[in-house]
Every structure is written in structure tokens, then in C-alpha cells.
């Protein structure tokens, strides 16, 4: 089984109040974390959007592909079927561009455990969260994807592998320039 890595990274930032992907935390571009974490996945791909040349000029991508989503406006579900149709895989790790806590032995984890289902999810002390892996007939639903909407509903009726991962990253995602300032 392939299996690519996509990092989502396209949003606006309103709630931020700005290029969040561009924030520093500990010297670093908040969107570097990820990109670091997926290095040892290939292939792999960041969706950008929003401030997509400024990211380009400012970030170190680790070697993922960029594909800008035109779209991105729109919401998630158009990065993720940007990302989506960037990777010919027969799975697609998605992971969060503002979950600075993220790490590859997480990542690592999540494709170890990877059998026959339909999707494997990272849990935290037992409470489903990001990153999450998709084999190709989810991968396949993606147009039925609309707005601000991850995979979320469409996990529902899946057979979903849950791999704790808590002792090996962080779920926090930030949000908020408060929450940054809390790292």
C-alpha cells in the first residue's frame, strides 16, 4: 500500500488574525512543525492558499510538493480535494498544518497500524482528533465534500482503526494568537 502525506495549510487565518502559517513559535514558522513531521512520507504535499507566495518565499517545505488551491476560500473541503487529487496513492495521511505537536513517530504509529479498514485515526487519551489516514474508497468520496467540512461525517459509517498517539505528539492545533502564546 502507498501511502502519501498531505499537510493542509491554506486557510485565511481569520480567527488568528492573520498568516498564522507564518507565526514563529520557537524561532520557527508555525507551518515548518508539520512539514517536518511528514518528511519521511513520499510523496508528499502542502495545499496553500492564502498568502500562498509569502509562504513559498518563508517556508523550508522539507521536500513536499506545493499545490495551491485556487479555491481555498471555500473552505477545507476544497484543499483536501486539491491535496487529494495531487497524490496518486492508495492512502493519504492528512495532517494539520497548525498542530505544531505532531511528530513523525506519531505519524509512524498511524501507518504501522494501518490494516484493511477504511480510515485510521489518531486518538489522545482516547478522544479522536488529527491526523487521520485515508484509503482510497474514502479518498474517492472526497467530492462529496462541501465548505469548511473535513471527512469528519463521512468517518461516521467507515471502519476506522483508532491508534492512541498521545504519548507520542501533541493534538493541540492553534486557533488563536493566544493560543500560540501558550506554547
Request: glycine content about 8%.
Given at each position: 500500500m502507498t501511502i502519501g502525506a498531505l499537510v493542509l495549510a491554506a486557510g485565511e487565518g481569520r480567527r488568528f488574525g492573520g498568516t498564522k502559517q507564518l507565526a514563529e513559535l520557537d524561532g520557527r514558522p508555525l507551518l515548518s512543525y508539520a512539514l517536518a513531521a511528514v518528511a519521511g512520507i513520499s510523496p508528499r504535499v502542502v495545499v496553500l492558499g492564502h498568502a500562498a507566495d509569502e509562504i513559498l518565499a518563508a517556508v523550508d517545505l522539507h521536500g513536499a510538493r506545493?499545490?495551491?488551491?485556487p479555491d481555498f476560500a471555500d473552505g477545507q473541503a476544497a484543499s483536501l480535494k486539491c491535496g487529494i487529487a495531487a497524490l496518486d496513492t492508495d492512502a493519504v495521511l492528512v495532517v494539520l498544518g497548525d498542530q505544531p505537536g505532531i511528530t513523525a513517530r506519531a505519524l509512524d504509529a498511524m501507518i504501522a497500524a494501518a490494516g484493511d479498514e477504511d480510515a485510521v485515526r489518531a486518538t489522545y487519551d482516547g478522544v479522536p482528533s488529527h491526523p487521520v489516514l485515508l484509503r482510497r474508497p474514502l479518498l474517492e468520496r472526497a467530492g462529496e465534500?462541501?465548505?469548511?467540512?473535513g471527512f469528519r461525517d463521512l468517518l461516521r459509517d467507515a471502519r476506522v482503526r483508532e491508534v492512541e498517539v498521545g504519548h507520542?505528539?501533541?493534538p493541540a492545533d492553534i486557533d488563536t494568537r493566544e493560543e500560540l502564546a501558550r506554547r
Open positions: 506545493p499545490v495551491i488551491c465534500l462541501r465548505g469548511d467540512v507520542l505528539a501533541d
